[in-house]
Structures are given as C-alpha cells and as structure tokens.
C-alpha cells in the first residue's frame, strides 16, 4: 500500500498577498543534499517566485538549508532551481503569466507517493489593501461569532 504525499512546507502568506487562480504541480531538479534537506522540512518559500528564462521555468530565492552532514557535497541555499512540467503546460503557463499582473508563485512543496519532491504553482494576481482588510475583518467576525456561539451552548 502506498504512502500518502508528505507535506514538507506550505507558504501561508502568498495566499494572504496573491489571489490565486489556477494551480499547477511541477518537478524540481534537485541535488542530494537538498533531497536530504527537504525530508527535514528545511525550507522556506517566503520571497520565491518562478520565473520563464529562455523557454524553460525556475524558482527563484526557494531557501533550502545546508544539510548538515553533507560535507564537501554541499548546495548552494538559494540558487535558482529547474521546474519540470511538460511542454504543453509550459506554453499555456507563458501565454497566461504574458497578461498584465499576473505571476507564478509557490504555494508548497510535498514529496509524492513515489518520494519525488514537487512543488504546486499558483497562477496568482496580487490583493490590493482594501482585500486583505476585507479578509482580516471578515475573520475577526467568524471568530467572534464563533466564541459567542460557543458561550451560548
């Protein structure tokens, strides 16, 4: 029986900051120490984005930490990374981040059923202030009728 996809790290603030569209799942090229890294959750996605560089997609700032016994084999912590999707997706991905505002941002990393890190995409476009003061309110509202909810019982 095989094992579910195992979470390594979700970027909570992106959804915060981006709305997002669509999402897509991508391969990352990876070399061992970082595999290594990410079964330890040693990651951050704060501040990384995919970026088109000559036809082919990268992630940019994804911050892996050194693994600790690695010893001369070690990576470098924020070098941009490969994405691997096929090449029908990559052209759709281009038409669609060509449109005004609109940016690739990584909302997490997961090995899947069979060990391979991957990341999901999120087609996003960015919140403007009065979005997110809408949500913040909107979650301090089902809080607090939560609370009062739960007095009354």
């Given amino acids: 029986m095989a094992k579910e996809s195992e979470q390594v790290a979700r970027n909570k603030k992106a959804r915060f900051e981006y709305e997002v569209l669509e999402r897509v799942e991508a391969g990352l090229v990876l070399s061992g120490s970082e595999v290594k890294s990410l079964r330890e959750h040693k990651v951050s996605l704060s501040d990384s984005y995919a970026r088109f560089e000559d036809g082919e997609l990268y992630l940019i700032n994804l911050d892996i930490a050194p693994y600790g016994q690695a010893g001369y084999a070690q990576h470098e912590p924020k070098r941009k990374r490969k994405l691997l999707l096929h090449a029908r997706e990559l052209k759709k991905l ?7 505002g609109l940016t690739l941002v990584p909302l997490g990393v ?43 019982r």
């Fill in 110 to 152: 997961h090995f899947n059923r069979r060990g391979w890190a991957k990341v999901s995409l999120g087609l996003c476009r960015g919140k403007q202030q009065f979005d997110k003061r809408r949500k913040i309110k909107q979650r301090d509202q089902e809080r607090d009728l939560a609370r009062q909810m739960k007095r009354y």
């Fill in 94 to 100: 281009v038409g669609k981040v060509a449109e005004r």
